[in-house]
């Protein structure tokens, strides 16, 4: 019997954000702190003639107005050093920073920022993906093939505004499509999505001794430290990032934001320096979700055998590399997706354009991709006549099934699992039934992200035990939950005498940020290794208090006891108390990353992510009804069937599967960034932007399948990203049912729904 994994406890965040007493990023601020805020591009492409910065600086309450001559010349990124902190030559996006001001209030600064003067000569502009890789097209950097990825970092392939591009084949694919009975070619597009997390960027910064301390409500404080340094062309140890509460990020703050200006203004301005977006700021300039074009094209046997596929994908990057580069990995994945596929031929390229940067978001392109996957095999299915259930079930993955990579995926029966799962809920054939009613399905194979992590754990005299790490609670419940629940389980206390610190970078070791499904199942494992060291300083102390052997004792309700005589304990915080005058105290460390999985290093070019570790396997099913006159999609039934390991923390589980599905709907159905000819966002505000409400998301009926693996802590695997990754594709099916039409970008439009009703009637 466990005494926390498994249980839905509260986590411990919870009281102080609900009374309003936790400290956001936003609400932090240094005693004499100087307000800064940026001055950026109108347009989206131009040479600057002149940057005025004169009616700024004689602002009353201004401080200093900052261009890129009082920057580092340097350019660096995450993957790829192609970015500047400051524009000083071109501009390449509406929004790139060209200017900053640092004032003795906000108001006053978006007050002075206005008076800057930029002259700006407009250039071509690049704003779409088609428009990137045409003939004679404008290079969005001229100076492309001079740089340089980021340090650790082999090159790619690489050209022109191709920043990135990854490259497989089986080899025959063209053989047998020429002798396939059946070929079916979709296209399918879809377009940007903004995180749209309830706190803004933000970041405050003092510089000191030659240091620089930033205080950022971050997702990878340790990432901040480094791009900060390398912005700065500083060493990361001049650095220190401190934590603190964040509402959202989910993959928005992996990168740097605010953070490098505001430690370049404090340095400047010799005072402490904080940033914060607004809110229309934010949405303009924040690394959204790449907008993608995808073709697939299969070959079938009329039984419906998978004999052949060519998957080419077109991904933005915008105006600098990012982390989109890494992102045309994930295709190598999604390619075959759960199913058995004989020969594959896999493209995907990342193109630079003169729009935003975009970079990561909560299931990175497996959203997209797995939409245009899906989309096509529903296609398929109707081609061969058969039902879109059984044609999946058929092509199934089974287990021991090798992936492109040569990576070998024991468990993946497990989708066969998930499949039955939901049948057993809600039968497919009952599903869906009704006028304008349609049912869609999608299965999907996800990753848990391998970066390494570590934590102290410290013993102290209240019975308390301190958990000391790097890693980011961003509103998961990963740490306030994940990570403590399985402290408290290796200690056998409560988990209310667990006590979480916030990053520290100068304090704790490297944690790989709250990215990817990893924190419970990485920073969980490096936990369990503390633990070991740690239950062996207790016993080793315990003993000489009970006058025993270190190997007769045990752990139960924070107290040491003897197996043989249970009468006879001692409470942990009295051996923690005792150790401190005999030993020293209590502490111990562990680290954990995932091994890399046996794979084939060279059977793509360009696969930066060359592994897809820990998979777990998924089902969706969602039943809809369109209106007919209005075009509107009511979701009516929404049912997951999530592997998940075990669940560390039940309610914790089905709250991010809830979240992730309310999420996915919303890129299903209204969110969306459009790009105009000018490069310019046409949603320009959340009014525009239209997030789904609750009255526009059902009850989401999860059944949680717990299968523990053996990497995760007591079995655990990643949750948080998976729930996202198969909606688009399930309510893309679902309404391509109830329409009869096909559906083929997202968002999902009335005007689509109408026009695929009427095609239909064809």
């Known amino acids: ?25 936003v609400d932090f601020e240094l005693s004499g702190s100087l307000h800064a805020v940026l001055v950026r591009s109108p347009i989206a492409s131009g040479r600057i003639r002149s940057v005025e910065t004169s009616s700024a600086a004689a602002v009353p309450g201004v401080r200093l107005v900052a261009t890129a001559a009082d920057a580092p010349r340097i350019l660096s990124g995450l993957a790829l050093a192609d970015q500047p902190l400051f524009a000083g030559d071109v501009v390449r996006y509406e929004g790139e920073p060209i200017a900053a001001v640092v004032a003795d209030t906000v108001t006053i600064a978006r007050a002075a920022a206005a008076r800057v003067v930029v002259d700006i000569e407009p250039l071509p502009v690049v704003a779409s993906l088609s428009a990137a890789v045409a003939p ?11 740089y340089r990825p980021s340090p650790g970092l082999p090159d790619w392939p690489r050209h022109d505004n191709v920043v990135g591009e990854m490259r497989f084949d089986s080899g025959g694919v063209d053989d047998v499509f020429s002798t396939a009975d059946v070929v079916i070619e979709d296209v399918y597009t879809a377009d940007r999505q903004y995180q749209a997390y309830l706190e803004p960027k933000s970041a ?20 901040v430290r480094d791009r900060t340094a390398a912005a700065l062309g500083i060493l990361p140890s001049r650095v220190r990032v401190i934590g603190h509460h964040m509402g959202g990020g989910f993959g928005a703050k992996l990168d740097v934001g605010l953070e490098p200006y505001a430690a370049l203004l404090a340095r400047l301005a010799g005072a402490p320096v ?29 039984n419906g055998r998978i004999l052949a596929r060519e998957f080419l994908v077109d991904m933005d990057a915008g105006a600098y590399a990012g982390d989109t580069v890494f992102l045309t990995s994930i295709a190598l994945f999604v390619a075959e997706g759960p199913y058995s596929v004989d020969r594959t031929r896999v493209v995907a390229r990342a193109l630079y354009t003169n729009t935003a940067p975009t970079g990561a978001f909560r299931g990175v392109s497996g959203t997209y991709l797995y939409f245009a996957l899906e989309r096509h095999t529903d296609n398929l299915a109707n081609a061969l006549g058969m039902d879109r259930r059984d044609f999946r079930i058929r092509n199934a993955i089974d287990a021991g099934h090798t992936m492109l990579n040569g990576q070998v995926l024991e468990d ?33 194979v996800w990753l848990t992200n391998p970066m390494p992590g570590a934590v102290t754990l410290r013993l102290e005299p209240d019975g308390s035990l301190g958990v000391v790490t790097g890693a980011a609670e961003i509103g998961t419940g990963a740490v306030a939950l994940g990570v403590r629940q399985v402290a408290a389980e ?18 704790h070791a490297y944690d790989g940020g709250a990215q990817g499904s990893r924190t419970t199942h990485i920073v969980g494992r490096a936990v369990q290794h503390a633990a070991a060291g740690l239950r062996e300083r207790i016993f080793g102390q315990a003993a000489k208090l009970l006058d025993s052997g270190a190997d007769e004792l045990e752990i139960t309700d924070g107290r040491v006891r003897m197996v043989s005589d249970p009468q006879r304990t001692v409470t942990l915080g009295q051996v923690a108390g005792a150790a401190m005058f005999d030993g020293g105290p209590i502490i111990s460390s562990g680290s954990y990353a995932t091994p890399a999985p046996k794979h084939d290093p060279d059977a793509a070019t360009g696969l930066l992510f060359a592994t897809f570790p820990t998979p777990t396997y998924h089902v969706h099913v969602a039943e809809v009804e369109v209106d007919p006159v209005t075009g509107r999609v009511t979701v009516l039934r929404y049912l997951v069937a999530q592997e998940v390991g075990r669940a560390i923390n039940p309610a914790g589980v089905m709250g991010q599967i809830q979240g992730g599905v309310t999420q996915g709907l919303g890129y299903a159905l209204w ?73 083929v970008r997202l968002p999902i439009t009335p005007d689509d729904v109408l026009n695929a009703l009427e095609s239909s009637k064809e």
């Open 204 to 223: 405050t910064a003092v510089y000191e001794a030659g240091r620089y301390t930033i205080h950022a409500a971050h997702q990878y404080h340790f990432n």
């Open 671 to 743: 969110e969306t960034l459009q790009i105009g000819d000018d490069g310019r966002y046409r949603q320009r505000s959340l009014e525009a932007y239209k997030l789904p409400i609750a009255l526009d998301v059902p009850r989401v009926e999860a059944i949680l399948l717990e299968h523990p693996a053996d990497a995760g802590p007591y079995g655990a695997k990643g949750v948080a990203e998976p729930p996202i990754v198969p909606v688009a594709a399930a309510i893309a099916n679902a309404v391509a049912d109830a329409t009869g039409g096909s559906i």
């Open 490 to 507: 290796e200690l056998g206390i409560d988990p209310d005498l667990v006590v979480l610190t916030m990053p520290d970078t100068d304090a």
């Open 136 to 146: 004679g097209a404008p290079l969005v950097h001229a100076d492309w093939s001079t």
């Open 274 to 302: 904080k940033m914060v977006n607004d809110r229309v700021e934010d949405l303009l300039s924040c690394n959204s979700r790449e907008n993608a074009i995808i073709r697939v094209r299969s070959g079938v046997t009329r």
């Open 412 to 444: 993946s029966d497990l989708l066969r699992a998930a499949f039955d799962a939901i049948d057993e809920v809600a039968p497919w054939e009952t599903l869906g039934r009704g006028p304008n009613r349609g049912v869609g399905i999608a299965a999907t």
């Open 1 to 25: 019997m466990t005494v926390s994994v498994g249980r839905s406890v509260v986590r411990q965040d919870a009281d102080p954000k609900v009374r309003g007493q936790a400290v956001f990023g």
